[in-house]
């Protein structure tokens, strides 16, 4: 259930985009789900799926996708290009890739503000990274290096994180809105992110959306989180895309769906995979909301 649009007050002229996705809401496809899919009846806007489940160049996985790419608009998010760490992706990945995005044509392609490897050692999570003069410098000419290779603009993604660097000298959404305005790139705004980092750090969600360039907004993801206790009793929330999205995140998303024009909604859910109709209804909900926030700013323009 999400928080209600109540009232059609007056709000701030909001931020242009230009989705290439159809301005709708999808859902994250996983292999459990690829029959589903095919034969639905109700169908969501569009799916993403990861980039590194599809690598390899033939077999179950690739015939599923190529069915579904037929029928459906397609976004690929990656999760292993590294772009926040020390070095920069290598040849052999970005060929993979760019061979990927030229046999399905995704609409979006994506990558996340954050690190996973090392001198060829990989890590199962999206590490953080410290917001550094330096490292705006490298994520630069990480994320340059990578739209020259792909041919295209990519989506960053901002991360969930758990802790901060003493050293950063930029916010979050700061150290974001220079990068796309130094490389040309996109944002993927991941909602549940925000609600995760925020609670984990201390700070304002609303204060970190102003501070981005909400116009370059191209995708939004949603998503559910967990909430654990650490050694010392405090809370701290984990972004687990197990579970449905939590009100807090439909909140923030009427918010942000107030100071910029509506755009392409992900559910994602990765873990402790629901039924195909969970998903649509998610999807659903997300379409409400936006349906909800232009019946407002259509009845408040007539007056």
Not at 18 to 39: E, F, I, W
Not at 116 to 125: E, K, M, P, Q, T
Not at 169 to 190: H, I, K, M, Y
């Amino acid at each position: 259930m999400h928080a209600a649009v109540n009232s059609c007050s007056p709000a701030p002229p909001r931020a242009g985009s230009m989705p290439a996705l159809p301005v709708g809401a999808g859902v994250s496809l996983k292999s459990a789900h690829y029959r589903d899919a095919l034969a639905a009846d109700r169908r969501p806007a569009f799916l993403e799926v990861h980039a590194e489940n599809y690598l390899h160049a033939g077999g179950p996985a690739h015939r599923y996708l190529e069915a579904i790419r037929a029928q459906y608009r397609l976004s690929i998010h990656g999760v292993g290009l590294s772009l926040g760490g020390p070095n920069p992706p290598r040849a052999q990945e970005l060929r993979a890739r760019r061979e990927l995005i030229e046999r399905y044509q995704p609409d979006e392609f994506s990558e996340h503000l954050a690190w996973s490897g090392l001198d060829g050692s990989y890590f199962n999570d999206l590490l953080p990274l410290a917001y550094t003069d330096e490292s705006l410098q490298r994520v630069c000419a990480h994320v340059q290096l990578t739209q020259q290779a792909l041919g295209r603009r990519i989506l960053l993604e901002n991360p969930a994180t758990y802790l901060g660097f003493a050293t950063s000298n930029w916010s979050e959404p700061q150290f974001l809105a220079e990068v796309v305005r130094r490389t040309g790139c996109g944002l993927l705004l991941d909602l549940n992110n925000i609600v995760v980092s925020v609670a984990n750090h201390g700070g304002d969600a609303l204060a970190y959306l102003d501070a981005l360039p909400l116009g370059q907004v191209r995708e939004i993801h949603l998503a559910g989180h967990a909430t654990h206790r650490d050694a010392a009793g405090g809370k701290v929330l984990i972004d687990a895309h197990d579970r449905s999205v939590q009100p807090v995140t439909w909140a923030l998303y009427e918010t942000v769906l107030r100071k910029m024009a509506p755009a392409p909604t992900l559910i994602e859910w990765d873990a402790d995979l629901p039924q195909w109709p969970t998903l649509l209804r998610q999807a659903e909900l997300a379409e409400q909301i936006m349906r909800d926030i232009e019946t407002c700013g259509a009845s408040h323009a007539a007056r």
